[in-house]
């Protein structure tokens, strides 16, 4: 699945990245609303990733749906 795909259904999505991400809060994955930018932004600051580690677990991440 695109990112496209994944923001334009990002309502049906959020409880999943809730489960990949759990350290995100409820607010976090609503303000993301599914922008790819906006995910490996936050994976960065939560989970101290690089930004070609959170690229990649936000691109598994969309290939998993």
Do not use: H
């Amino acid at each position: 699945m695109n990112w496209d795909e994944v923001k334009g259904n990002w309502k049906q999505f959020k409880g999943k990245a809730k489960e990949r991400w759990g350290d995100l809060t409820d607010d976090e994955v609503d303000q993301m609303e599914g922008k790819r930018d906006q995910v490996v932004g936050k994976l960065q600051e939560k989970y101290g990733y690089s930004k070609e580690e959170a690229e990649k677990e936000a691109d598994e991440f969309s290939r998993g749906l």
